[in-house]
């Protein structure tokens, strides 16, 4: 998506169109509406803040910014391709923000082969839930599929479950998966094969902290929530400097009720909530996870200085997506890369492109 568009943040006391919280309790922020997605050339969403002139210091202090420069983070995810995320994809794409679906392929919904070959091309992410969803043991014996057809070891459930979902939705690779009921038993073979592996329970991501990607927490959502209940989460997160991750199954109103139903006004209203504060930045669990591995890379690597100039080079790790960016700051100078300088973004940093490798600081 390499295209800039204006962004409005609105006054307090004009009211969220089209949404209501849908639950007993409403969040306690205010009337808010709906703020369109901004997107910089990277195709990262760019913060509120705009204006900011570029630095003119020393060539010095170079820093990567936690979450691509806002406060943080959260992602919505969907497991197991159901029908209601079929029924209610439009409402949840109209929010313009970016998600997460999690596909279990031996059980693909009517209209998702469509529906999700449409959300590949809106930027959505299709992720790995298994051919059949079933339990792993230690030693790779699988028990307790949900649904008939199981593949026979744990390697054929999530290849055949990606060869699924790359030859049927358009999407070029898949690098994250969702543990069959939060088993964390597949997360030694999730790490065989991709970036990230989302579980459920649990709490926050923070910046450089030590969890493991292949166990990133959750909160599986409720039918007894509403939506207070996730604007609150995602306050603590923009308060926390964290990353909080979403887990929904059933969304209301539906005929095929599979599990723990929540109505789709809740989760649209907390989207467009997350979006309005303008430091929260919301995005499928690739997007906002492989910028938090690229930046805890970025701080291990050590720059080749020659005189004044520094420059760092790097190898991404293993299932790590192309064409994936990190934002910097530096107190001056001019950054480049392969030769190329680099162009400040007045919503306060500068871009650098993953796939080139290396960083060059210079005067």
Known sequence: MNRIITVMFLTAGMVLTGCSSGGAGSPAAGDIEDVPMVYTPSGLPAPAQSGIPAPAGAAENLQVLDWAG?????????????????AHYDELNDTGARMTFYFVSNMVAAGAVTTFTQAVADGHEIGNHTVSHPQVDAHGNLSGPSWPDSAASPEEEMDSCTAYITGTFGQSDVWTMASPFGDSNWEAYAANRFLLNRRVGGGTVSPMDTTNPHSLSCYMALSSDDASTYTDFIDEARAGNAWRIFCFHSILPTSDTWYEPVDIHDITYSIRYAKYQGDTWVDSLIQVGAYWIAQKMFAGLTPVVTGNTSTWTWTLPDHFPPGKYLRVTVDGGTLSQNGTDL????????????DAGELTLAP
Do not use: N, R
């Open 343 to 354: 162009v400040w973004d007045d919503h306060g940093f500068y871009e650098v492109a993953l």
């Open 70 to 86: 806002f406060a943080g983070a959260v992602s919505y995810t969907f497991d197991d391709g159901q029908p209601s995320h079929v």
